[in-house]
């Protein structure tokens, strides 16, 4: 396994659209194995195909605390929706970026694993959360896109200050 570069915002690859999965052989099982160690050594709850570069419909989650939980949903597609939530969201490819985000309270998911077969994963709170998140990945948005323009522009000139103090650190 092998620790994969993310994408970091404001690069134009995490705008692209994924493309569905075709083929579950064992290339597409090392990649998410290796998207699950990226997403680990990030301390991140949820990675997306495109935030690697990788512009196929793969996600990867793991919200347990013992990292004991990995959650692989390969081109997924929300069934149902219903509830509302605000939580506070992160991203890898936006770091040290926090925003609340209105999303559902719980969805139904139908996807495929990583040998292709058909399964349904039901979802409720931060878990929800996550899997909607690294589905708009998927389908080229990122969380500020649901900020209202000044807090994402505030929330950007935060993260370019941050970048221009570790670079000259």
Known sequence: MSVLPILE???PRLRTKAAPVTVFDDALKQFVADMFETMYDANGV????????VHQR?????????????????NA???????????????????????DVTRALHVKVKAQDVDGNQI????????????Q????HLDGKVFVDYLSPLKRSMLLKRM???RKQAAEA
């Open 46 to 53: 949820g990675l997306a195909a495109t935030q690697v570069n």
């Open 77 to 99: 597609q929300i069934l149902e929706k219903d509830g509302a939530q605000v939580y506070q969201e992160g991203c890898l490819s936006f770091p040290g970026i926090y925003a």
């Open 58 to 74: 793969v996600l990867v989650a793991d919200m347990s605390e013992e990292r004991n939980q990995p959650l692989a949903l390969i």
């Open 160 to 162: 370019d200050k941050q």
């Open 9 to 11: 915002f404001p690069d």
């Open 120 to 131: 349904v994963v039901e979802a409720e709170g931060p878990l929800a959360v996550c899997i």
């Open 133 to 136: 998140h690294e589905m708009d």
